[in-house]
């Protein structure tokens, strides 16, 4: 967790202020929450649904970028009052607004993954 008041926090509150690639980056970027919202964007899925379809997940990080997700009103979670208990998850309407750029980049992605792919070289120097 990174301190409010560091120069970091600052640094980054500025850039997200004033850039919106960067703001909405920061809403649905990082390692697992594409991965959740190209699941959602297909269908509404059960809690268990979605942790056996993104595979090396855990609990834990799916139950937090769920959380993160659902905070910033891109996901909404149904509980339904059964037993045992069941839970599903599906796209907002505000998420709903993103399928048209998670289809984007999904197509870029796959469009351009081999050429970004050989560009990188890796080293054993660190």
Known sequence: MRKENSTNAFNEKQIIDSCGMAYALG???????????????NRTMRYGELNRNIEGISERMLVAQLRELEKDGIVERQVYPEVPPRVEYRLTALGETLRPVLASMSDWGNMHRDSVAANITVTDDV
């Open 27 to 41: 809403v649905i970027g990082g390692r697992w929450k594409p991965a959740i919202l190209c699941r959602l964007s």
